[in-house]
């Protein structure tokens, strides 16, 4: 009896090997990129087969001052018809934004044969940073 005592107590002890303690998402394949950056023009309204998303870009820069690199990100959002959707719309070019969205890497052939690759990103939360002011242009 003190042997099957002792056996349970060390299993016990021992964690399984399924136990996933880094994450508590499901245990399936998912790429997640968390962006931050500038709205490269306001947000638009786009229809498609299956119904309406919101269409956007971010830009974001790195490295030196004399050398900076800027990276452009465009990114689908399917956000339903509300007052979510209205903020978005209602996003003014160059606010600072921080975007998670989920990624996915397509592979295509183009009409000349050439192979292309291109990321697409699906929003899946927004957080404004700092909106941009309306440009002149917009006001008048």
Known sequence: ???IRSTLRSRAA????????????????????TITGRLAAEPELSSTSTGEIVKYAVATS????DNRQTSWFRIASFVPDGPSRAYLLGLPKGSLVLVEGDATI??????EGKRHSTL???Q??????????????QSE
């Open 14 to 33: 021992v964690p399984a090997l399924t136990a996933r303690s880094f994450s508590s998402s499901p245990a399936h394949s998912l790429a997640r990129l």
């Open 62 to 65: 790195s490295g030196p001052k």
């Open 1 to 3: 009896m003190q042997a």
């Open 120 to 122: 697409s990103i699906v």
């Open 106 to 111: 397509r592979n295509y052939e183009d009409t």
């Open 124 to 137: 899946r939360n927004i957080e404004v940073l700092k909106r941009g002011t309306p440009s002149e242009e």
